[in-house]
């Protein structure tokens, strides 16, 4: 059972757009910055936004991250088939004092 | 460029020790907070412990809490985790991980089989 609860799985046809969300509590997403990770398979995870909405250098705009309350998203748009992955959202809980994932999302790309 | 290279993964039976190194290179290792990251076969990724970039500061997930123990030399670039009294679900491909928040670069992983 992990502390972020996502979607186990999340599908669109190329070239749509497609959500992840991530939900917890105000000891982590609400009151720590989120990070969301790629990870396809036999692979290690990637790095695709921090600060709850920022892109590190090299990964495209079609990617995108927002928070509200202790809710996170993680938004993909232009789906392409090398998009499919698993993603996880990630940040720290003040009250356990470790750092949590969510339970991961597979995206099919249709 | 940046790197990090895990080692010291293997079969082992449970209740004994297994030390995990992490070789850091491409960036000032002592400026950065460093974390170990799991995946059980299969399964979702499990955040282990972190360490702060000077050692002083170290957090543990309540499933290694008293059995693991992260540390860092900054003289030789290179993390490591000291697994004692491992058990079956310890079984896990073992992330050495940059950050002390979001974790910017992954090593590739060392696996870690618990069995007798």
């Known amino acids: 059972q992990s502390v972020l609860t996502q979607p186990p799985s999340v599908s669109a046809a190329p070239g749509q757009k497609v959500t992840i969300s991530c939900s917890g509590s105000?000891?982590?997403?609400?009151?720590?910055?989120v990070s969301w990770y790629q990870q396809v398979p036999g692979t290690a995870p990637k790095l695709l936004i921090y600060d709850n909405n920022k892109r590190p250098s090299g990964i495209p705009d079609r990617f995108s991250g927002s928070r509200s309350g202790t809710s996170a998203t993680l938004g993909i748009t232009g789906l392409q088939t090398g998009d499919e992955a698993d993603y996880y959202c990630g940040t720290w809980d003040s009250s356990l004092s470790a750092g949590v994932f969510g339970g991961g999302t597979k995206l099919t790309v249709l | 460029q940046v790197q990090l290279v895990e080692s010291g993964g293997g079969v082992v039976q449970p209740g004994r020790s297994l030390r995990l190194s992490c070789e850091a290179s491409g960036f000032t290792f002592s400026s950065y907070g460093m974390q170990w990251v799991r995946q059980a076969p299969g399964k979702g990724l499990e955040w282990v412990a972190l360490?702060?970039?000077?050692?002083?500061?170290?957090y543990y997930a309540d499933s290694v809490e008293g059995r693991f123990t992260i540390s860092r030399d900054n003289s030789k670039n290179t993390l490591y985790l000291q697994m004692n009294s491992l058990r079956a679900e310890d079984t896990a491909l073992y992330y050495c991980?940059?950050?002390?928040?979001?974790?910017?670069?992954w090593g590739q992983g060392t696996l870690v089989t618990v069995s007798s």
């Open positions: 360490i702060w970039y000077d050692g002083s500061n170290k």
């Open positions: 991980a940059r950050g002390p928040l979001e974790l910017d670069f």
């Open positions: 105000s000891s982590n997403i609400g009151y720590n910055y």
